[in-house]
């Protein structure tokens, strides 16, 4: 199975200041026909997960343009420019390359 | 308004069964592949199986192959998982999701 790493587990951040969440698998995620299948997700408590980012940088309708998604091969990082109170939450990687479908471990984003 | 909804969790014996219903609306079901996503008390996301845009095939995580069925039903733009033989380590939200929509999680307990 594809083992996705995700680091920090926990990020604590101020307001208004950068974050940035690494997430790294134990093999190539891209797909045979050319594409990595790769997403972002954003979980808050109480709260159904919403997908972020798909195929590794493609931005979902309405996520604000602070976040961005990068990467390739088995290296992926998520960045925010300039973090809000709404973006506290979990947010998890997840390859869809290769059966069975992975996630990472979660990153635990908080406020200081 | 896309809307979907999942039901079905409860309570259940270990080796008893339960169905989940994930009823949706408001976008083009038949298109897309979906997929069941469960997370087990204070841990992270597992991916429990997954069923093509047409219904034409069905994948599973090991530890639910031969004992959960994942199944649609395209002109009711409905998604099920029908789960037997449940065990203890079944107990989780399960969550239904499909391109970028995911359901709001539904609490499957196993315990005697």
């Known amino acids: 199975d594809v083992v996705m790493t995700q680091s920090p587990l926990s990020l604590p951040v101020t307001l208004g200041q950068p974050a940035s969440i690494s997430c790294k698998s134990s093999q190539s995620l891209v797909h045979r026909d050319g594409n990595t299948y790769f997403i972002w997700l954003h979980h808050r408590p109480g709260q159904s997960p919403r997908r972020l980012f798909y195929?590794?940088?493609n931005r979902d309708s309405g996520v604000p343009d602070r976040f961005s998604g990068s990467g390739s091969g088995t290296d992926f990082t998520l960045n925010i420019s300039r973090v809000e109170a709404e973006d506290v939450g979990v947010y998890y990687c997840?390859?869809?390359?290769?059966?069975?479908?992975?996630f990472g471990q979660g990153t635990r984003v908080e406020i200081k | 308004e896309v809307q979907v909804v999942v039901s079905g969790g409860d309570l259940v014996q270990p080796g008893g069964s339960l169905r989940l219903s994930c009823a949706t609306s408001?976008?083009?079901?038949?298109?897309?592949?979906m997929y069941w996503v469960r997370q087990t008390p204070g841990k992270g996301l597992e991916w429990v199986a997954t069923?093509?845009?047409?219904?034409?095939?069905?994948y599973y995580v090991d530890s639910v192959k031969g004992r959960f069925t994942i199944s649609r039903d395209n002109a009711k733009s409905s998604l099920s998982l029908q789960m037997n033989g449940l065990r203890v380590e079944d107990t989780a939200v399960y969550y239904c999701?499909?391109?970028?929509?995911w359901g709001q999680g539904t609490l499957v307990t196993v315990s005697s």
């Open positions: 999701a499909g391109y970028t929509y």
């Open positions: 408001g976008f083009t079901f038949s298109n897309y592949w």
């Open positions: 069923i093509k845009a047409d219904g034409s095939a069905q």
């Open positions: 997840m390859q869809h390359t290769h059966w069975p479908w992975t």
């Open positions: 195929r590794v940088s």
